[in-house]
């Protein structure tokens, strides 16, 4: 069964610092990721997605077939950043399985 | 935003009461799904509907029913809510074409309690 595990319930970090966010995966399928974002008092939303291999506000995440991680990372974290994140698998169609999400909080 | 509404917002209701949360979309997209969030566990997949009629569960489903008669509704049934029910409920809903596939657009989320 496909599963997605985001180890970090909370990540603190200071305005300016380098962030990286974990997601791995277990799926025995040619896997389709995604990041969804959640800011305060917003709807949940797309950041970003594999196959797109696109920078979205300044995050980039690879995926890493050998190790079944797909880690969104962004060289200089800002406040606007703190949110919600949750790292997200297609397994089927329109069929997405989420990860437990991780908040970040990006200190002034 | 895309056009998702939810209601009601706010629910408090005591165990053992029906409750029917919906979900309306102006989109006109294929794909509808109800997911519940709670700390700890993300988002899980209660059901999901392809079209009119035709629903699926998903991840969680047990207690909670579905039905979509109309592409722009699906409600979410708790024929008897528990404890265990209280959340925040999300509906999405996602067109299905290449490109876009994967990409859900989700309504602002219905926050039950059960007492």
């Known amino acids: 069964a496909q599963r997605v595990t985001q180890p970090e319930k909370l990540l603190s970090v200071f305005k300016g610092a380098p962030v990286e966010l974990k997601c791995n995966y277990s799926y025995s399928g040619s896997p389709e990721l995604f990041w969804y974002v959640q800011y305060s008092r917003q709807r949940l939303q797309l950041l970003l997605r594999h196959i797109s291999r696109e920078s979205i506000k300044g995050f980039t995440a690879d995926l890493n077939k050998g190790e079944t991680s797909f880690h969104l990372k962004k060289p200089f974290a800002q406040e606007e950043d703190s949110a919600m994140y949750y790292c997200?698998?297609?397994?089927?169609?329109?069929?997405?399985?989420f990860g437990g999400g991780t908040r970040l909080m990006v200190k002034p | 935003d895309a056009g998702i509404t939810q209601s009601p917002r706010h629910k408090v209701t005591e165990t053992g009461t029906p409750v029917t949360l919906r979900c309306h979309q102006t989109e006109n997209h294929r794909y509808m799904y109800w997911y519940r969030q709670d700390p700890g566990h993300g988002l899980r997949l209660i059901h999901y509907?392809?079209?009119?009629?035709?629903?699926d569960k998903g991840e969680v489903s047990d207690g909670y029913s579905v039905s979509r008669s109309k592409t722009e509704d699906f409600l979410l049934t708790l024929e008897s809510a528990t404890s265990s029910q209280t959340s925040v409920y999300f509906c999405a809903i996602s067109e299905s074409s290449g490109r876009r596939t994967g990409e859900l657009f989700f309504g602002e989320g219905s926050r039950l309690t059960v007492l």
């Open positions: 509907s392809y079209g009119v009629k035709d629903t």
């Open positions: 997200a698998l297609n397994n089927a169609g329109n069929m997405l399985t």
